[in-house]
């Protein structure tokens, strides 16, 4: 059908139509100041920008790079901060050495909650909870998609910074757990009990969550955890590959993507339909829509901007 034709009946379609704005969609969408992030200094891990990607890496290898309140705080207000950033389009999130990530430092967190425990102080620790939940909150609602490249070990709120990222490549010694029961709390941390089920199912995650057990590489791949196994001196380069062409791609449109994904879960099929046909009106309604167009015509592989 000729694009004469074919206007009449869009027109049709459109006369009824109103687009109803969607409270889910990326808050970078908005217009919102945008913000350099290159220069961006963290105080409790490493961060750097190059090509679109910007690199989170933990950085305390001879102690299996263990979060302490600090970083958790700091890794929280820089992802939600991500929302509002020019130069960052995807985010690669790994550890020093090799090992991903230990955990709550045993140190520095475990022992002043304790103490808080012994003292009667229990607002601390709800506060405590309700912080690091946040930190699951803020990547979830960053429109980058996150990429975590797991190597070693990967424990306790380690293996909850990987399950809240998007995709995950994992070498072939990597070793996840989920540690809570093992010092005598529940698997129900940082939403371990709602994300986990939905990535390996729910008889799966059940197992992992009450016996603290480590998953090996080759059983997270089967049962989907790691979208790829990697061997390790490939896994930096093929992690900060697949970063970049996430960057180098619809920059808005997989914002859109990551915040249906992540909306949908609780909506009936119906809703979600209607979710996405709202969602993809908007990415309708971006120069990238109309530069893969004219590329696709010219023969020619799009060049995304982001706008």
Known sequence: MSPARRQPALDALAAPWQLVPVPSLPRFMATAPRLSFAGYAPAHFRWAVANGVGTITLDRPERKNPLTFESYAELTTLFRALTQASDVKAVLLTGAGDNFCSGGDVHEIIGPLVEAKNAGRMDELLAFTRMTGGLVQAMRACPQPIVAAVD???AGAGAILAMASDLRLATTRARVAFLFVRVGLS???MG???LLPRIIGQ?????LLYTGRFMHAEEGERW?????LVAPHSLA???LALARE???????AHGVTKSCLHAEWGMSIDAAIEHEAQAQAVCMGTQDFERAYRAFVQRETPRFEGN
């Open 192 to 194: 371990a009990c709602a």
């Open 187 to 189: 698997g129900a941390d």
């Open 237 to 239: 380069p093929d992690a």
């Open 224 to 228: 989907g955890f790691f979208n790829r």
């Open 203 to 207: 008889g799966r995650a059940a197992e």
């Open 152 to 154: 070693g070990i990967c």
């Open 246 to 252: 996430l960057a180098d791609g619809p920059t808005v």
